[in-house]
């Protein structure tokens, strides 16, 4: 029997997963392509595109599904985070501007190239995992912060 403060996490996270794992098919099976969201929305940047209609209904769906379910079920969407919204804010596009730069996308690697068995993606999920896990240490015993 599972602590119910875990299984509290484990459901939400569970539910999460599904729901990103039939984002990213639904974009396989209905469009042939793979879901990186920072490719996705890179492109939505670029105003000439001809396929900134697929990327703007993806990104718009990703966040109409996160507002329709936090209505529905706002427990899942509580979490205690002991940072401002800035410093998280700012910590996303950094992890986003560095993914662009490398030509990768952690979701992309992470979500379809793994799920293909591509090395350079299970390479990738990796050594950013083992790297967030660096930061984390060092944030959080290190330097002595409540990361």
């Given amino acids: 029997m599972l602590n119910p403060t ?19 098919a639904g974009l396989w099976v209905l469009n042939g392509r793979a879901a990186g969201i920072s ?3 890179g492109g ?23 507002l329709v379910l936090s209505r529905l079920a706002p427990r899942f969407f509580t ?3 002991p940072h401002s919204s800035a410093l998280l804010i700012a910590s996303g596009l950094l992890v986003g ?4 730069l490398g030509s990768g996308c952690t979701s992309g690697h992470g979500l379809c190239g793994i799920s ?8 990738a999920t990796l050594v950013f995992m083992a790297l967030g ?10 330097l002595g912060g409540a990361a």
């Avoid at 875990?6 to 990213?24: C, D, E, I, M």
């Fill in 6 to 24: 875990v299984t509290s996490h484990l459901v939400p996270a569970a539910v999460g997963g599904v729901l990103t794992g039939l984002a990213v």
């Fill in 39 to 41: 490719g996705i929305f």
């Fill in 44 to 66: 939505v940047l670029e105003l000439d595109r001809p396929d900134l209609p697929w990327r703007s209904a993806f990104l718009g769906g990703l966040a109409l599904g996160g």
């Fill in 79 to 81: 979490w205690d985070v």
């Fill in 97 to 100: 501007f560095g993914t662009r």
């Fill in 116 to 123: 293909r068995l591509s090395g350079r993606s299970i390479v």
């Fill in 133 to 142: 896990m660096v930061a984390v240490f060092v944030l959080r015993h290190a």
